[in-house]
């Protein structure tokens, strides 16, 4: 009995080891996973390029030249929302936007899906994007302001800004 018990130990190390040798003299590598070490490392490359982000993001709507479409989509060229403070637009950007508004005179009732996919930094980027061209004169908005402006809606993130009304509230409640 014990003899039998010390066989199967023998054996079963003998096994191991043949195991164990094999694979070494065939280079294969012993544990599972260790050969994606080698595999090279993709990085997302996060565009940080104002006008491309303004291309990729917005331009379908608002137009390359801020315009807007009569009707459909609000101009951001010219408009009091985009230049006033820096934290409207942002507000737009991180909630997106549904319900009436007035804008440059004219009265807009559309929806604008949340821009939340871009992070802090490329919001600020194109924030500042749309209060400096087509003749709007606003400041640059920075990273900070967009990193304060997140953690002030971080309760209703997941809510869109229901207009113009709601905008002026938040604008005030600063
Ligand atoms: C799918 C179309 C669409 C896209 C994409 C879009 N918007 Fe909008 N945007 C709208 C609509 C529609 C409104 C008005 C919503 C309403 O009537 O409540 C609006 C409103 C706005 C406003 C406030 C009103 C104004 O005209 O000043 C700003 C600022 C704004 N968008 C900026 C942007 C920026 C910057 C981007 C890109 C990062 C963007 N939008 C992407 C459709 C869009």
């Known amino acids: ?28 590598p012993l544990l599972p996973g260790a050969e994606r070490e080698h595999e090279p490392i993709v990085v997302p490359e996060i565009d940080l390029n104002p006008e491309s982000l303004y291309a990729k993001n917005c331009a379908a709507c608002h137009q ?3 315009e807007g479409l009569a009707g459909a989509f609000p101009p951001l060229a010219g408009s009091e929302w985009v230049i006033e403070d820096p934290e409207t637009p942002v507000r737009v950007l991180l909630l997106g936007i549904g319900g009436p508004i007035d804008v440059a005179g004219e009265s807009y009732d559309g929806v604008m899906p949340t821009q939340g996919h871009l992070n802090e930094e490329q919001i600020a980027l194109v924030a500042t994007y749309i209060r400096t061209n087509w003749g709007n004169e606003g400041s640059e908005v920075t990273t900070e302001e967009v990193e304060a402006v997140k953690a002030e809606l971080a309760a209703r993130l997941s809510t869109p800004c229901s207009g113009g009304e709601e905008l002026t509230t938040l604008r005030g409640a600063e």
Do not use: W
Not at 2 to 15: H, N, R, S, V
């Open 64 to 66: 390359a030249n801020g």
């Open 1 to 28: 009995m014990i003899k039998d018990l010390e066989a199967t130990g023998i054996g079963i190390t003998i096994g191991i080891t043949v195991f164990l040798l094999v694979n070494v003299a065939m280079g294969r």
